[in-house]
């Protein structure tokens, strides 16, 4: 029915087409991903925040530790007692 010349024309723009929709589904789907990544971040920040403040207000030594032990949070009492200053 068709000529050969019109569907090798028809393959290779439905070749196109999904190439095309394949480039916006990956995409779409990177986007997702970056938005839910920067609102984990966010949420994380604001609870280091709130743990910050309440290490900083405490008239306790207190201080946070990272998972390889290394401190990333210390407030003013345990400065008094061992010396040192902040970065």
Known sequence: MWGEEFQAVARILGSLLLLLIGIFLTYSTANVFSKRKTEELIRAEESL???????????D????KDLKSRYILVNKKILELFGGRRA
């Not at 925040?49 to 008239?59: A, G, H, P």
Request: a positive charge.
């Open 49 to 59: 925040q709130k743990y910050r403040l309440m290490v900083e207000s405490s008239n």
């Open 61 to 64: 030594a207190m201080f946070i």
